[in-house]
């Protein structure tokens, strides 16, 4: 008797101020629960974390869910992997459902490399407290200011929002086995879905087609079965599906975008976005999407599949390349480009303030900061010969008024 | 780090040998079969390039039996029939069966000589994920592969660079004296190495690491900053010594706040503020209320 009229009196309790007043609370109670996601402040989506704070911050809070990120692979492929290992563990952590695909390691293995999170919540910005103020002292130390400049705020190079949304991960060590099965994960390994559909296919035809149909059938069985589709009637606890695709494009998925100016399958890879794309729209889920695109020849087919992704960014790593030893970047280990911003709901999107954006790795956890020139402290070099630097720097040649070199510091 | 690539200590590994037609990267590939027959390992060679003589020209005889020529060099496209090996045997059946003709437990290592004469014949992609499937198969210990970079585009070149565990390009060292070896290497973990190396190759077909170059960039932009001393002939001084320095610090700046100076601001003592007065005989002092008009 008395569950009944629990069930009778709640209706009538919703109604109640409802007669009274027009005024109904926006409701978003079925989204926020869901855990790891918050809607934006900008635009109202529900977003969820990259695993990288400082990330989050760059493209605008977060990952709209629906949505797809496109990172643009560095050299050899260790940054912009580590960036999905990040979005993949902050999956785990969240409690959500994890689907990764790749060609070159098994996602069983890419899986096991998962960094452990620094799940202490209260410690982490405590020992960032501490940094900030063992670093005070010191510079207090180092640089005389007159008294009224004392109290002018630090230029924030690390960025990061106010609030905390995503945590932070030790990339030295990996995520504890127990909490990974603990996780949902569903893994597509394309040599073990591929012989049963390339071998009948040797008569010439070429295997390309297949293996991102074959990605994208998996990946819709996936959705369906599971009920991220929003089709099937919610029964249980929604959740998220976190979908990361590792190097799509290159030659190991049967694909010579990288290989010719021409590729034969050209529209392979835009046909299987668009496909993806209209997929994770209707669904709740969220991917990320690695493709080496220093690899790639044709330079208007990456235009295409950067277009076809919602945010873009690209990682220029510094290893291998000039800039390694050049000083103004001896702290950064690489550069960061925002390629691309999605405009959701509205018609602007919210720029970030400053494009020269670099990243580091530090042995706890990878930012992404703003590229700057560090003060310069020390006596014996001066402002002018570091401002030559960056002037050779970027045009690389030196030659230029190698008469004047005698007197160029004493133009005063 | 040339010779740590040679001596191939991790399994599972592809190591690519970049040439081009300023240096021959062949007597490296034959060095690195030496050093393979050396730690007992059998080895398997893919040959389309050159024939078997002049492969085992210089090799270590005694070792000879752990050698597998399949020779694809006198017929490389199946013309005659009874060719021993064609460039379209190259899947994984077939290297699966070639290796399997010698039943040892022994680490096998696959050498193909050379990956661009493979390339010509077949579609780059499809090569890649041969070569991945070897890689990971567990079959072969090490794939070592030749490829002559010139021949090819960019994108097949870089793709599969991008699939090798280890690069290392060879070209000719400056003043005819050995060659210079690029050489990149990526650990298990994901860590990346890179050196440059000069090297030369002995009779014996070892391999003498002559010098290390590991930054290439940093040696200029030094002797560039270290030739102008611009302080070194001046009238005036602009050096302090230390009594100097120590006397310029003592000294308090206008504008700064100390503690010292804030804490006195800011909490003046009990009994500071007190005027002593004694008087004095000179002064003129008003006997007279000043107020005494007012009506107080």
Same mark, same amino acid.
């Given at each position: 008797?008395?569950?009944?009229?629990?069930?009778?009196?709640?209706?009538?309790?919703?109604?109640?101020?409802?007669?009274?007043?027009?005024?109904?609370?926006?409701?978003?109670?079925?989204?926020?629960?869901?855990?790891?996601?918050?809607?934006?402040?900008?635009?109202?989506?529900?977003?969820?974390?990259?695993?990288?704070?400082?990330?989050?911050?760059?493209?605008?809070?977060?990952?709209?869910?629906?949505?797809?990120?496109?990172?643009?692979?560095?050299?050899?492929?260790?940054?912009?992997?580590?960036?999905?290992?990040?979005?993949?563990?902050?999956?785990?952590?969240?409690?959500?459902?994890?689907?990764?695909?790749?060609?070159?390691?098994?996602?069983?293995?890419?899986?096991?490399?998962?960094?452990?999170?620094?799940?202490?919540?209260?410690?982490?910005?405590?020992?960032?407290?501490?940094?900030?103020?063992?670093?005070?002292?010191?510079?207090?130390?180092?640089?005389?200011?007159?008294?009224?400049?004392?109290?002018?705020?630090?230029?924030?190079?690390?960025?990061?929002?106010?609030?905390?949304?995503?945590?932070?991960?030790?990339?030295?060590?990996?995520?504890?086995?127990?909490?990974?099965?603990?996780?949902?994960?569903?893994?597509?390994?394309?040599?073990?879905?591929?012989?049963?559909?390339?071998?009948?296919?040797?008569?010439?035809?070429?295997?390309?087609?297949?293996?991102?149909?074959?990605?994208?059938?998996?990946?819709?069985?996936? %959705?369906?079965? /599971?009920? &991220?589709? *929003? +089709?099937?009637?919610? #029964?249980?606890?929604?959740?998220?599906?976190?979908? =990361? $695709?590792?190097?799509?494009?290159?030659?190991?998925?049967?694909?010579?975008?990288?290989?010719?100016?021409?590729?034969?399958?050209?529209?392979?890879?835009?046909?299987?976005?668009?496909?993806?794309?209209?997929?994770?729209?209707?669904?709740?889920?969220?991917?990320?999407?690695?493709?080496?695109?220093?690899?790639?020849?044709?330079?208007?087919?990456?235009?295409?599949?950067?277009?076809?992704?919602?945010?873009? %960014?690209?990682? /220029?790593? &510094?290893? *291998? +390349?000039?800039?390694? #030893?050049?000083?103004?970047?001896?702290?950064?280990? =690489? $550069?960061?480009?925002?390629?691309?911003?999605?405009?959701?709901?509205?018609?602007?999107?919210?720029?970030?303030?400053?494009?020269?954006?670099?990243?580091?790795?530090?042995?706890?956890?990878?930012?992404?900061?703003?590229?700057?020139?560090?003060?310069?402290?020390?006596?014996?070099?001066?402002?002018?010969?570091?401002?030559?630097?960056?002037?050779?720097?970027?045009?690389?040649?030196?030659?230029?008024?190698?008469?004047?070199?005698?007197?160029?510091?004493?133009?005063? | 780090?040339?010779?740590?690539?040679?001596?191939?200590?991790?399994?599972?590994?592809?190591?690519?040998?970049?040439?081009?037609?300023?240096?021959?990267?062949?007597?490296?590939?034959?060095?690195?079969?030496?050093?393979?027959?050396?730690?007992?390992?059998?080895?398997?060679?893919?040959?389309?390039?050159?024939?078997?003589?002049?492969?085992?020209?210089?090799?270590?005889?005694?070792?000879?039996?752990?050698?597998?020529?399949?020779?694809?060099?006198?017929?490389?496209?199946?013309?005659?029939?009874?060719?021993?090996?064609?460039?379209?045997?190259?899947?994984?059946?077939?290297?699966?069966?070639?290796?399997?003709?010698?039943?040892?437990?022994?680490?096998?290592?696959?050498?193909?000589?050379?990956?661009?004469?493979?390339?010509?014949?077949?579609?780059?992609?499809?090569?890649?994920?041969?070569?991945?499937?070897?890689?990971?198969?567990?079959?072969?210990?090490?794939?070592?592969?030749?490829?002559?970079?010139?021949?090819?585009?960019?994108?097949?070149?870089?793709?599969?660079?991008?699939?090798?565990?280890?690069?290392?390009?060879?070209?000719?060292?400056?003043?005819?004296?050995?060659?210079?070896?690029?050489?990149?290497?990526?650990?298990?973990?994901?860590?990346?190495?890179?050196?440059?190396?000069?090297?030369?190759?002995?009779?014996?077909?070892?391999?003498?690491?002559?010098?290390?170059?590991?930054?290439?960039?940093?040696?200029?932009?030094?002797?560039?900053?270290?030739?102008?001393?611009?302080?070194?002939?001046?009238?005036?001084?602009?050096?302090?010594?230390?009594?100097?320095?120590?006397?310029?610090?003592?000294?308090?700046?206008?504008?700064?706040?100390?503690?010292?100076?804030?804490?006195?601001?800011?909490?003046?003592?009990?009994?500071?503020?007190?005027?002593?007065?004694?008087?004095?005989?000179?002064?003129?002092?008003?006997?007279?209320?000043?107020?005494?008009?007012?009506?107080?």
């Amino acid at each position: 008797m008395a569950a009944p009229k629990m069930s009778m009196g709640k209706p009538t309790a919703d109604r109640l101020p409802c007669n009274t007043t027009s005024f109904q609370k926006k409701s978003r109670s079925k989204l926020v629960s869901i855990p790891g996601t918050r809607p934006s402040i900008q635009n109202g989506q529900l977003i969820v974390s990259t695993g990288v704070t400082s990330l989050d911050y760059v493209i605008g809070g977060g990952l709209a869910v629906g949505t797809l990120l496109l990172i643009e692979e560095d050299r050899y492929d260790s940054y912009s992997r580590m960036l999905l290992k990040y979005f993949l563990a902050e999956g785990v952590v969240c409690g959500h459902e994890l689907y990764v695909a790749s060609a070159l390691d098994h996602p069983n293995d890419i899986l096991q490399e998962l960094p452990a999170p620094i799940l202490d919540d209260i410690a982490s910005p405590k020992t960032v407290e501490d940094q900030a103020k063992s670093c005070d002292p010191e510079s207090q130390d180092a640089m005389k200011i007159a008294w009224r400049y004392q109290h002018l705020p630090k230029v924030q190079t690390a960025l990061a929002s106010s609030s905390r949304f995503g945590h932070y991960y030790d990339v030295s060590k990996t995520m504890d086995t127990e909490i990974c099965q603990a996780a949902r994960c569903h893994g597509f390994y394309l040599p073990e879905h591929s012989t049963a559909v390339t071998s009948p296919t040797a008569t010439r035809q070429s295997p390309m087609p297949e293996t991102y149909s074959s990605l994208l059938n998996n990946l819709q069985e996936v %959705i369906h079965r /599971e009920g &991220f589709d *929003g +089709s099937v009637p919610q #029964t249980k606890s929604r959740n998220i599906l976190r979908i =990361g $695709l590792h190097s799509l494009g290159s030659a190991l998925w049967g694909d010579d975008l990288c290989c010719r100016e021409n590729p034969s399958h050209g529209h392979a890879l835009t046909t299987f976005l668009y496909g993806l794309r209209a997929m994770l729209r209707s669904s709740l889920s969220v991917a990320v999407v690695t493709v080496p695109s220093h690899l790639i020849q044709n330079r208007a087919l990456m235009g295409n599949i950067t277009r076809l992704c919602d945010t873009a %960014i690209a990682l /220029e790593s &510094f290893r *291998g +390349s000039e800039r390694e #030893t050049n000083p103004l970047y001896k702290d950064y280990h =690489g $550069l960061l480009d925002v390629r691309q911003l999605p405009y959701l709901n509205c018609l602007v999107c919210d720029l970030p303030d400053n494009k020269d954006l670099a990243f580091k790795l530090k042995r706890k956890q990878f930012t992404i900061e703003r590229l700057h020139l560090p003060p310069d402290l020390s006596e014996t070099v001066s402002r002018v010969s570091r401002g030559e630097l960056t002037g050779t720097a970027m045009v690389g040649s030196s030659g230029c008024g190698s008469g004047s070199t005698g007197n160029r510091h004493l133009d005063f | 780090m040339l010779l740590e690539v040679l001596q191939g200590t991790e399994a599972g590994g592809f190591i690519l040998i970049q040439d081009s037609v300023n240096y021959c990267g062949r007597h490296l590939l034959k060095s690195c079969i030496n050093t393979a027959l050396k730690r007992e390992e059998v080895v398997h060679v893919l040959g389309f390039e050159v024939s078997q003589e002049e492969l085992n020209d210089g090799l270590d005889r005694t070792s000879a039996q752990r050698l597998h020529f399949h020779n694809a060099y006198s017929d490389p496209l199946g013309w005659t029939g009874n060719s021993p090996f064609t460039v379209h045997q190259f899947t994984l059946e077939d290297i699966g069966t070639l290796l399997k003709q010698t039943p040892q437990a022994k680490a096998v290592t696959l050498v193909i000589d050379s990956l661009s004469w493979i390339l010509r014949h077949h579609d780059p992609a499809a090569i890649c994920q041969k070569l991945q499937a070897l890689k990971k198969g567990g079959v072969v210990r090490a794939v070592i592969g030749l490829l002559h970079s010139d021949l090819h585009q960019r994108g097949t070149v870089g793709s599969i660079c991008h699939l090798a565990t280890s690069v290392i390009t060879v070209a000719p060292g400056t003043r005819g004296l050995g060659a210079v070896a690029k050489i990149t290497r990526r650990t298990k973990s994901g860590k990346l190495m890179q050196d440059e190396e000069i090297f030369s190759i002995n009779e014996d077909l070892t391999v003498t690491i002559q010098s290390k170059r590991s930054h290439p960039g940093s040696t200029p932009m030094n002797t560039d900053e270290s030739e102008v001393d611009p302080t070194a002939h001046l009238t005036f001084n602009l050096r302090l010594s230390d009594t100097q320095r120590e006397a310029k610090e003592k000294l308090p700046l206008p504008f700064v706040f100390s503690k010292e100076k804030k804490s006195a601001l800011l909490h003046p003592g009990t009994g500071s503020g007190r005027i002593l007065y004694e008087p004095d005989a000179n002064d003129d002092y008003d006997q007279e209320d000043p107020d005494d008009d007012l009506d107080v």
